[in-house]
């Protein structure tokens, strides 16, 4: 049974940092392209970071320079460090793990970003 479980998610005030962790179980880690994916209310699910298995990583201009994806295959977890955050990051976060035959998916870590 495949399971990704987010955690790390909170509130925190404009120009703070969270760092998101997804830890997986249930698949091959390794072979996987690892991403954090965003939605916020009233609007369509957003890739903000992805790491592939050979660690290159990819991300829209939106968070381009102020979060930063990792992985740690031995630990079967992949980060989201998030810097600079804004009240536009305000969304729920999720984890996800992909191969060219399917992709599985966390339950989602809420994010918020307010003073």
């Known amino acids: 049974q495949v399971q990704l479980v987010e955690s790390g998610g909170g509130l925190v005030q404009p120009g703070g940092s969270l760092r998101l962790s997804c830890a997986a179980s249930?698949?091959?880690?390794?072979?996987?392209?690892m991403g954090w994916y965003r939605q916020a209310p009233g609007k369509q699910r957003e890739l903000v970071a992805a790491?592939?298995?050979?660690?290159?990583?990819n991300y829209p201009d939106s968070v381009k320079g102020r979060f930063t994806i990792s992985r740690d295959n031995a630990k079967n977890t992949v980060y989201l460090q998030m810097n600079s955050l804004n009240r536009e990051d305000t969304a729920v976060y999720y984890c996800?793990?992909?191969?060219?035959?399917?992709?599985?998916w966390g339950q989602g870590t809420q994010v918020t970003v307010s003073s």
């Open positions: 249930g698949i091959i880690f390794s072979i996987y392209t």
């Open positions: 996800n793990a992909a191969l060219s035959m399917g992709n599985h």
């Open positions: 790491i592939t298995q050979d660690y290159r990583t």
